[in-house]
T-cell receptor
Framework: GENVEQHPSTLSVQEGDSAVIKCTYSDSASNYFPWYKQELGKGPQLIIDIRSNVGEKKDQRIAVTLNKTAKHFSLHITETQPEDSAVYFCAASIVPVYFGSGTKLNVKP | EAQVTQNPRYLITVTGKKLTVTCSQNMNHEYMSWYRQDPGLGLRQIYYSMNVEVTDKGDVPEGYKVSRKEKRNFPLILESPSPNQTSLYFC??????????FGPGTRLTVT
């Protein structure tokens, strides 16, 4: 099956700085790569996703890039705010779905 | 309000005592899934269902059962729980857009 690795496991940034979280996957057949944000005590919530026929997607302060050749994709958050503090998960594939191990992002005011 | 509900939210039980965690969605989604979340391991898929009466194993199905008799419900059954099934469990559903909607989670402790 698919293997998704996510780095770093924790990330601390100053408010206003950028944050980057990286994931790699193993199955070249995977064609859907979502990112989920999990706030304390809640279930994960989709924040952005990208399909394999697209190299980059942006939604306001967040963007995702995909390199199919290298089998890696990244989440970029610009102008971070304290409310961005959460655990972020990358994932790959549609059925079944494989998640990375998560990155705890702490944005310091 | 579109949502996925799970019950109970918290459960403490003893080894071997059968339990069921219910999951229900009101979005008419065909796809439903169960995950467990453990520190450092992320979310791991237990079982998923593409539609009524169709279920498939995920990454970690051992010790779990599911059923999908109705479109809206997808209960998770632990016939003989063991301490290594202590975890945070999430149910999710998905429509045509691939976006998964997660429930609020069930924290299970097996002593």
């Amino acid at each position: 099956g698919e293997n998704v690795e996510q780095h770093p496991s924790t990330l601390s940034v100053q408010e206003g700085d950028s944050a980057v979280i990286k994931c790699t996957y193993s199955d070249s057949a995977s064609n859907y790569f979502p990112w989920y944000k999990q706030e304390l005590g809640k279930g994960p919530q989709l924040i952005i996703d990208i399909r394999s026929n697209v190299g980059e997607k942006k939604d306001q302060r967040i963007a995702v890039t995909l390199n199919k050749t290298a089998k890696h994709f990244s989440l970029h958050i610009t102008e971070t705010q304290p409310e961005d503090s959460a655990v972020y998960f990358c994932a790959a594939s549609i059925v079944p779905v494989y998640f990375g191990s998560g990155t705890k992002l702490n944005v310091k005011p | 309000e579109a949502q996925v509900t799970q019950n109970p939210r918290y459960l403490i039980t003893v080894t071997g005592k059968k339990l069921t965690v219910t999951c229900s969605q009101n979005m008419n989604h065909e796809y439903m899934s169960w995950y467990r979340q453990d520190p450092g391991l992320g979310l791991r898929q237990i079982y998923y269902s593409m539609n009524v009466e169709v279920t498939d194993k995920g990454d970690v199905p051992e010790g779990y059962k599911v059923s999908r008799k109705e479109k809206r419900n997808f209960p998770l059954i632990l016939e003989s729980p063991s301490p290594n099934q202590t975890s945070l469990y999430f149910c999710a559903s998905r429509g045509d857009t691939y976006e998964q909607y997660f429930g609020p989670g069930t924290r299970l402790t097996v002593t």
